[in-house]
Nanobody, 116 residues
């Protein structure tokens, strides 16, 4: 089992920045993919960014390329999402995800609201 706990959400003005964190604990494999997803009201959950555990290869949704950066610590137990130049359309609940050994794990989510 893997537990994921997000933090760092909040209210920010357009153009501002936030950094989300996701602390992972439990049976973490060396091989897998960690990522951030988001779900806005009335919309489906969508991929924001992912990073592979072994190589650190990253992938971003087109809507966040150049503004968001995904990273993880050396121990691969904490995942980050640096979000810059935030816009109202980035408002959503952001979820941390870990996919490993055929299992998919989710955090409880953290709210990000971009509003003036």
């Amino acid at each position: 089992q893997v537990q994921l706990v997000e933090s760092g959400g909040g209210l920010v003005q357009p153009g501002g920045s936030l950094r989300l964190s996701c602390a992972a604990s439990g049976s973490i494999s060396r091989i897998g993919v960690m990522g951030w997803y988001r779900q806005a009201p009335g919309k489906q959950r969508e991929l924001v960014a992912t990073i592979t555990s072994l190589s650190g290869w990253t992938n971003y949704a087109d809507s966040v390329k150049g503004r968001f950066t995904i990273a993880r610590d050396n121990a691969k137990t904490t995942l980050y999402l640096q979000m810059n130049k935030l816009q109202p359309e980035d408002t959503a609940v952001y979820y941390c995800n870990m996919a490993q050994m055929g299992q998919n794990y989710w955090g409880q989510g953290t709210q990000v609201t971009v509003s003036s």
